[in-house]
């Protein structure tokens, strides 16, 4: 079983800034793309951002100016930088790893913007 876990999810006043974090296995890190999507109350889950096993990076068009999505490889670890949060940023955000019909999720880490 796959395990991708995530971290660093909080509450924040509007207008703050978190780093999200997904330790991904090392296998999986290596030759999966990994991304990040997000589900708030009520609403479908929706993606944020992608990079490749060539750092390449993919962004949601709507959130492109706010999210950066990123990958440390020696600790097998990919991030999210979210600024300039707002209450609608409001959700549950998960780690994705994905390579043709296979796909792993993380539990999600919560992130409350509120003041």
């Known amino acids: 079983q796959v395990h991708l876990v995530e971290s660093g999810g909080a509450l924040v006043q509007p207008g703050g800034s978190l780093r999200l974090s997904c330790v991904v296995p090392a296998f999986i890190f290596r030759t999966y793309a990994l991304s990040w999507y997000r589900q708030a109350p009520g609403k479908q889950r929706e993606w944020v951002a992608m990079v490749g096993t060539n750092d390449d990076t993919a962004y949601a068009d709507s959130l492109k100016s706010q999210f950066t999505i990123s990958r440390d490889i020696a600790k097998n670890v990919v991030y999210l930088q979210v600024n300039s949060l707002k209450p609608e940023d409001t959700a549950v955000y998960y780690c994705?790893?994905?390579?043709?019909?296979?796909?792993?999720w993380g539990q999600g880490t919560q992130v409350t913007v509120s003041s």
């Open positions: 994705n790893a994905r390579r043709g019909a296979s796909e792993h």
